[in-house]
């Protein structure tokens, strides 16, 4: 693809919920060089919206009339889950770079089929794991990877908890969303993939449906466990049925630990030349916009991608095969179809 | 000349650590600071008497570069620090330009993560 310094930039899906649309766009605009170009949006009252947050932006019905006529760089895939595989082949096809919103889909199948189609348009693909760029998971990838300061991580504990029933919409509709480790168990799965580098050896699942709360088919708790080569398990648990939770992260290494305890703060135990010492450290400022411009530069061959296809599609491949493993009821081991 | 011989001093006693050398160690220190291993401020260093370690920014002036530099001579490994705000912001303490840690396993755990120290020619010592 040729280089240029412009990138003209549309989403597909300006939903109100979460007003992802406009996020993606503000996120990109910040940029001089990205240009917030077109929106493409079933609802006509939020393509009007569009136009009220970016003036002079193309608005369309109809992907495919988007594609043709927009001449964009980039489309942001904001839609359900279960859309996400088949517009972006259908963006890629037509040589437009794609981010699509995470999860990057579904299933395995389904990442498959994206990442063969950007590679014979030879376009970008990549997943808004926007969270890589959180300031506690930064804190803890230099604690591990750089300072080493708990020497080889063993055992990974993740997730929260709360209780209270979901809301019945399509992120709670199981053939929709994926189910609901595929929210927010998509960022923390991204994170422990890169806090622990390791292949992976099997995912076991774990999933429990209130059985009171039947208007919605997400399970209300979900576990897995990783197990990586080098004898290393990652636990994580998303649950809105869990009275009583855990810390959003337990990290053990063979010669230290990390525990988040409050607000940003994490507490830090490591053994100094055969002594224990401790301190607490607080979590680094955010910056979510370093996704974006990571793409930029990518695009302006300058960077590597950071959120490549291959580790977006490693996510999939998790949560696909915890959902299986769950599955089979006694929580089967499942190797994932990405090691 | 005085100076030169200066000079010479500081680039003998003084091992460079970048930034992303130092950073590995901040977590180290942080623990220090708490446990009382290490000492804040360039009047703190000068007090003490039992230090192993003494991180000093590079925004400090030359003459106390070389002050420092001469700690090297007692057996202090002193190093020049390009950015050593990415160790004291852990404890949130970006203000402090010098820093020294005492004898201990503190010391010898920070040291275990540094590079080793450069060989010191003979005609760069004080003669």
């Known amino acids: ?76 895939i904001i839609t359900p889950h279960n859309t996400h595989a088949k517009l972006a082949v259908q963006c890629l096809d037509a040589g437009v770079g794609v981010v699509s919103e995470k999860p990057m889909a579904i299933t395995s199948k389904e990442v498959k089929a994206m990442m063969a189609m950007a590679k014979r348009r030879k376009v970008m ?18 604690l591990i990877r750089k300072e080493k300061i708990i020497g080889k991580v063993y055992k990974v504990e993740a997730g929260f908890g709360g209780y209270g029933k979901a809301r019945d919409w399509w992120r709670a509709d199981k053939k929709i969303s994926g ?27 774990f999933q429990v449906k ?24 990652a636990n994580l648990m998303i649950s809105n049925l869990a009275l009583s939770s855990r810390p959003k992260w337990r990290i053990l290494g063979d010669t230290g630990s990390i525990e988040h305890v409050s607000g940003n703060d994490f507490l830090i135990k490591s053994i100094v030349n055969g002594r224990q010492m401790e301190t607490t450290a607080s979590a680094y400022d955010s910056s979510w916009d370093g996704y974006y411009e990571n793409v930029y530069r990518h695009l302006q061959g300058r960077a590597k991608l950071v959120i490549t296809p291959e580790s977006a599609a490693r ?15 006694g929580g089967a081991p499942v190797k994932p179809a990405f090691k | 000349m005085p100076a030169v011989a200066q000079v010479r001093v500081t680039s003998a006693f003084m091992q460079s650590l970048s930034r992303a050398q130092a950073s590995t160690i901040a977590s180290l220190v942080a623990m220090g600071s708490q446990s009382g291993a290490t000492v804040m401020g360039l009047s703190g260093v000068r007090r003490s008497r039992d230090l192993e370690l003494v991180f000093v920014d590079v925004s400090i002036s030359d003459n106390t570069q070389q002050e420092l530099a001469r700690l090297g001579a007692h057996g202090v490994r002193v190093f020049l620090v390009d950015g050593l705000d990415s160790v004291t912001t852990r404890m949130g303490r970006d203000d402090v330009h010098v820093l020294g840690v005492k004898e201990g396993d503190l010391a010898a755990g920070i040291v275990a993560k540094l590079p080793p120290p450069e060989a010191v020619e003979e005609t760069d010592s004080l003669t």
């Open chain 1, 179 to 205: 189910g609901a480790i595929y929210d927010w168990g998509a960022h923390f799965t991204d994170w422990i993939l890169n806090l622990v580098t390791e292949d992976i050896d099997w995912v076991s699942g």
């Open chain 1, 125 to 142: 693909l990549s997943t808004f794991h926007n969270r890589r760029w959180d300031g506690d998971f930064m804190l803890l990838r230099d």
């Open chain 1, 315 to 329: 996510v999939i491949g998790v949560l696909e095969a915890a959902n299986l493993s769950a599955l089979s009821k």
């Open chain 1, 210 to 233: 209130n059985r009171q709360w039947r208007d919605y088919s997400n399970e209300d708790h979900s576990e897995y466990t990783i197990k990586f080569k080098g004898d290393c398990v």
């Open chain 1, 1 to 76: 693809m040729a280089v240029r310094k412009q990138i003209r930039c549309g989403v597909v899906g300006y939903g109100g919920a979460f007003n992802m649309g406009r996020a993606h766009l503000s996120s990109m605009a910040k940029n001089p060089n990205m240009v917030a170009a077109a929106v493409c949006e079933l609802d006509a009252s939020r393509r009007a919206v569009a136009v009220e947050d970016f003036p002079g932006i193309e608005t369309y019905a109809r992907v495919g009339d988007m594609l043709r006529h927009a001449e964009l760089d980039v489309v942001a």
